[in-house]
């Protein structure tokens, strides 16, 4: 028995397995089409900027444990903490000259240094 496809209960069956099929790309399209409008906002964000200049630059400087302290915490923290280590060596070594040679300030002889020839 042949199906006559212009009955109108084949019309119906048709259009519901139609409209059941691409119910999930119509959902798809409004998701696509959200991601498209989020994309181009952060795009106008870049204004005259070439993103494929600046997006390197941004992996570097993320990427650099220096640079990100920099950005982070400021040019006077990173200083501290690079210099910190190097200040509290120097200070605990003149204590220590100071123990030996308290007299250093003067033209003194001191065992530590070497003695002037004359």
């Given at each position: 028995?042949?199906?006559d496809?212009?009955a109108?209960?084949?019309?119906?069956?048709?259009?519901?397995?139609?409209?059941?099929?691409?119910?999930?790309?119509?959902?798809?399209?409004?998701?696509?089409?959200?991601?498209?409008k989020?994309?181009?906002a952060?795009?106008?964000?870049?204004?005259s900027?070439?993103?494929a200049?600046?997006?390197?630059?941004?992996?570097?400087?993320?990427?650099?444990?220096a640079?990100?302290?920099?950005?982070t915490?400021?040019?006077?923290?990173f200083?501290?903490?690079?210099?910190?280590?190097?200040?509290?060596?120097?200070?605990t070594?003149?204590?220590?000259?100071?123990r030996?040679?308290?007299?250093?300030?003067?033209?003194s002889?001191?065992?530590?240094?070497?003695?002037?020839?004359?």
């Amino acid at each position: 028995m042949p199906i006559d496809i212009t009955a109108p209960e084949v019309q119906t069956a048709i259009a519901e397995a139609v409209a059941e099929q691409t119910e999930g790309l119509a959902a798809n399209k409004q998701a696509i089409l959200d991601e498209k409008k989020a994309v181009e906002a952060k795009l106008k964000a870049w204004g005259s900027l070439d993103p494929a200049v600046v997006v390197p630059f941004i992996e570097k400087v993320s990427s650099d444990e220096a640079l990100s302290s920099i950005i982070t915490d400021g040019v006077e923290a990173f200083i501290e903490k690079r210099n910190g280590p190097l200040a509290e060596a120097h200070e605990t070594q003149m204590t220590r000259s100071r123990r030996v040679c308290p007299n250093s300030s003067s033209n003194s002889t001191c065992a530590m240094r070497p003695k002037r020839r004359a």
